[in-house]
């Protein structure tokens, strides 16, 4: 079966740039997405199509794709960051959601 | 703007059939243009995408659940449901429904209910 492969945490300070990646055989004919997700809440969709930008993300989110690894980038992270984020791609008609990474700051 | 609920008994005996409701207001899912899912979280670990219903009654699943999962819809209610058999305590989790965009380049969640806990336990 399919696996997106991230690491389980990333720390990073206040207005520090994180980044955070997700590799998976051929992803970049995939077209990975990103999600974050706090303590009780549900998950929000932050990045699709590997680069865009739902309305209403703040613009220090974005994405990248090189190769199969995507990657998230929050510039100038802010304490309301620290959540979990998870990758998700399609694969053979199902959805595959990367293993979720811890992000830290302080 | 789309909404999208989820409802369900909270606590499953082990062996038997999770039965849970998504409801959706602020739009169809008579659309063809989305599909329908299910998606849960158990304690402490990541998510994990259950199956999905589509308007066709198309429906694709997790091959790690596929033999106990159903997903099915009801029009009329704009609703659609999720049963999962011969449950144990891995299937302990806060169970989601989200909308999911299928588009020619990639698929992507961009609605989620609030999420229920079902707790799997005698």
């Known amino acids: 079966s399919y696996e997106l492969t991230q690491p389980p945490s990333v720390s990073v300070s206040p207005g520090q740039t994180a980044s955070i990646a997700c590799s998976g055989d051929i992803l970049g004919y995939k077209y990975a997405c990103w999600y974050q997700q706090k303590p009780g809440q549900s998950p929000v969709l932050v990045i699709y199509?590997?680069?865009k930008r739902p309305s209403g993300i703040p613009e220090r989110f974005s994405g990248s794709n090189s190769g199969n690894t995507a990657t998230l980038t929050i510039s100038g992270t802010q304490v309301m960051d620290e959540a979990d984020y998870y990758c998700q791609a399609w694969d053979s008609g199902t959805v595959v959601f990367g293993g979720g990474t811890k992000l830290t700051v302080l | 703007q789309v909404q999208l609920q989820e409802s369900g008994p909270g606590l499953v005996k082990p062996s038997e059939t999770l039965s849970l409701t998504c409801s959706v207001s602020g739009g169809s899912i008579s659309s063809d243009i989305y599909y329908w899912s299910w998606i849960r979280r158990p304690a402490g670990k990541g998510l994990e995408w259950i199956g999905r219903?589509?308007?066709?009654?198309?429906?694709n699943y997790n091959p790690s659940l596929k033999s106990r999962v159903t997903i099915s819809g009801d029009t009329s209610k704009n609703q659609f449901f999720l049963k999962l058999n011969s449950v144990t305590a891995a299937d302990t989790a806060v169970y989601y429904c989200?909308?999911?965009?299928?588009?020619?380049?990639?698929?992507?969640?961009?609605?989620w209910g609030q999420g229920t806990l079902l707790t799997v336990s005698s």
């Open positions: 199509q590997y680069t």
């Open positions: 989200a909308r999911e965009v299928a588009a020619a380049r990639g698929n992507w969640f961009d609605s």
């Open positions: 219903f589509y308007i066709t009654r198309t429906t």
